[in-house]
Nanobody, 113 residues
Framework: QVRLVEFGGGRVQAGGSLRLSCEVS????????MSWHRQAPGKEREFISS???????TVMNFVKGRFTISQDRAKNTVYLQMDSLKDEDTGMYYC???????WGQGAQVTVSS
């Protein structure tokens, strides 16, 4: 069984930065393909970025150049570095094991201008 726990959410002013962490415990193969998603109030959950075991990443255009996904396999942790945050980045951010179809509990990010 795999468990995902997000850390690092909070409130920040527009233009600021936050780093989210996702600690993964459980079956190692569940870390083969990890991703971050977010859900803004009143909207559907959307994909942001993914990273596989080799470190190959995918990132959506609406955050490209501002958000960076990375991983520390020794710490079983996936990160999402978020820079130049905008009001529209406000939402609940979720870590997801695409290999094992398991979600974290989410971390709230609030950006205010």
């Amino acid at each position: 069984q795999v468990r995902l726990v997000e850390f690092g959410g909070g409130r920040v002013q527009a233009g600021g930065s936050l780093r989210l962490s996702c600690e993964v415990s459980g079956a190692d193969y569940c870390r083969n393909l990890m991703s971050w998603h977010r859900q803004a109030p009143g909207k559907e959950r959307e994909f942001i970025s993914s990273i596989d075991r080799s470190g190959t990443t995918t990132v959506m255009n609406f955050v490209k150049g501002r958000f960076t996904i990375s991983q520390d396999r020794a710490k079983n942790t996936v990160y999402l570095q978020m820079d130049s945050l905008k009001d529209e980045d406000t939402g609940m951010y979720y870590c997801f094991s695409r290999t094992c179809d398991v979600w974290g509990q989410g971390a709230q990010v609030t950006v205010s201008s």
